[in-house]
């Protein structure tokens, strides 16, 4: 169960992976000092050539960089085809043992079949879309985020599957529908993509900058905690973050020690 297995190099991916290889080289030894570090093993497979494809290149190799400090094994332009019995199988025919596999390598939709109509599905089971997020071949049926596939001259495979879109494209139709026009389509606004890889380890693409390190961390937090509603949740959090900064201590950390209890240890120690 100490072998993690993250399927999928983009934000979500990434972050994860940073996150349990914080727990690797950081929390381990402070509150489980019963288990050996190297007990513990991370992986990451991404089956292009880069991390956070979506990102620029000096982002990829500062999240390539950060992961391996953090002791998390990267596999680039690999596959995986297969897992059975708690074995990965990748395209190349390797494979690696692992109880553990988070998939963060995106979603398929549900298919749909629609009877006397044009409409064909889109990659990844999405829905095809015009410019003002009616699917193709269908009428007055809308699809917005992940879910909708509204390609572009920028994005000819189809808009990123972030938030914003999702965000920009309901304000749009809501517009729309109360205003009773159709007067222009829609334009995204790309507001710039970041993604966190653990404590003073982030990097942001914010248009022409770049940004890294401590000041790319503090910038990620910055936005997520303004756009908590109401402001005792945003002081809340901001208390707790700084007290788990300070302290490497969180409240949600949940200590088992059934060997110094044997008969409280029965309940989870039975095969």
């Known amino acids: 169960m100490l072998s993690f297995v993250v399927i999928g190099g983009g934000p ?38 880069r991390l956070l494809g979506t990102m620029s290149r000096e982002a990829s190799d500062t999240a390539l960089r950060d992961l391996n400090q953090l002791m998390v094994e990267v596999k680039l332009g690999r596959l995986m085809k297969t897992y059975n019995d708690n074995v990965i199988t990748l395209d190349d025919g390797s494979t690696i043992y692992s109880e553990m596999v988070i998939w963060t390598a995106g979603v398929t939709g549900v298919p749909i079949e629609f009877s006397g109509t044009d409409y064909k599905a889109g990659r990844g089971g999405c829905f095809p879309t015009d410019q ?25 495979k189809g808009l990123p599957q972030l938030a914003q879109v999702a965000i920009q494209q309901g304000r749009f139709l809501a517009k729309n529908f109360n205003s009773n026009k159709r007067d222009r389509p829609f334009s995204y606004v790309d507001k710039g993509s970041m993604a966190t890889i653990g404590r003073n380890r982030a990097v942001a693409d914010l248009h022409s900058i770049h940004l890294s390190g401590f000041i790319a961390w503090l910038a990620w937090m910055f936005i997520h905690l303004i756009s908590l509603l109401g402001m005792r949740n945003k002081i809340n959090v901001l208390i707790n973050w700084i007290w788990a900064y300070f302290s490497y201590n969180t409240s949600l950390r949940l200590l088992l020690a059934g060997s110094k209890y044997p008969k409280r240890g029965e309940l989870w120690d039975k095969g």
Not at 12 to 28: D, F, H, M, Q
Not at 38 to 46: C, F, G, P
């Open 132 to 156: 003002y997020c009616r699917i193709e071949g269908l009428e007055d049926i809308y699809a917005i985020g992940d879910i909708g596939l509204m390609t572009t001259d920028k994005y000819p």
């Open 12 to 49: 979500a991916g990434v972050e994860i992976a940073g996150a349990v290889g914080e727990l690797k080289r950081y929390i381990l030894k402070r509150d489980y000092p019963g288990i050996a570090p190297d007990d513990l093993s991370i992986t990451i497979i991404e089956g292009t050539d």
